[in-house]
């Protein structure tokens, strides 16, 4: 079965500082690995993904991600985060191997990041 | 806008009672997924359909069932509703069925209150 795991609940950083929310998943053979972003009373909206290539990603509104196979990890980076940058993000996995999983999106529970002034 | 449309977007009903939440697809795209979001459950997978059939099951209850009908959209019924039901259900979709390689698009979701 797959699974995402996000284990930070929430992250604190000072508007200007570089943001980071932690994903790591499991999942049988190779990964499709995609970030969402949820404002209050919102769907989610997509950031960026990884399918095949360059292990950086980049993404919507400055936004990055790393794939690390080996740490099985799908970081979502900021280089300088913004106070509009506060909001639920969730990291996600697809199987690739459509047989087995179908092609259902595994969400991780989600990280709440708080952007203070 | 992502381009999926859900109605209602909220609903309130009693204990027992059955709703039925109805979602429209982007143009072009044949999949659609349904979620229910909780505070306690997060986001859950409910259930996929690729061009009007079921591809993937997910934690959906028997009092759960959803369609897909011929012009690609889908309804998500639920019925006899407990209070545990009460959650906000977000509708996906996609353009391609196996490929997995495409973002799915949410719609702004439907909040269900059961009382």
């Known amino acids: 079965a797959q699974s995402v795991a996000q284990p930070e609940d929430q992250v604190n950083v000072a508007e200007g500082n570089p943001l980071t929310v932690k994903c790591t998943y499991s999942?049988?053979?190779?990964?499709?690995l995609f970030w969402y972003v949820q404002y209050p009373n919102r769907g989610l909206q997509f950031l960026l993904k990884y399918i095949t290539g360059d292990n950086l990603v980049k993404g919507s509104y400055g936004f990055e991600a790393e794939f690390n196979k080996s740490q099985t990890s799908f970081h979502l980076k900021k280089p300088s985060a913004l106070v509009s940058d506060s909001a639920l993000y969730f990291c996600a996995v697809r199987a690739s191997m459509i047989k087995a999983a179908g092609n259902k999106l595994t969400f991780g529970g989600g990280t709440r990041v708080l952007v203070k002034p | 806008d992502s381009g999926v449309t859900q109605t209602p977007k909220h609903l309130i009903t009693a204990t027992g009672q059955r709703v039925t939440l109805r979602c429209s697809p982007r143009s072009g795209d044949l999949s659609v997924y349904w979620y229910q979001q909780s505070l306690d459950q997060g986001l859950q997978f409910l259930i996929q359909?690729?061009?009007?059939?079921?591809?993937a099951k997910g934690n959906i209850l028997e009092r759960f069932s959803a369609q897909q009908f011929p012009d690609l959209h889908s309804e998500l019924n639920l019925s006899s509703l407990e209070l545990g039901d009460s959650a906000l259900y977000f509708c996906a979709s996609s353009v391609t069925g196996t490929g997995g390689r495409t973002e799915a698009f949410f719609g702004q979701g439907t909040r269900l209150t059961v009382v």
């Open positions: 359909y690729y061009n009007g059939e079921e591809r």
């Open positions: 999942v049988s053979g190779n990964p499709y």
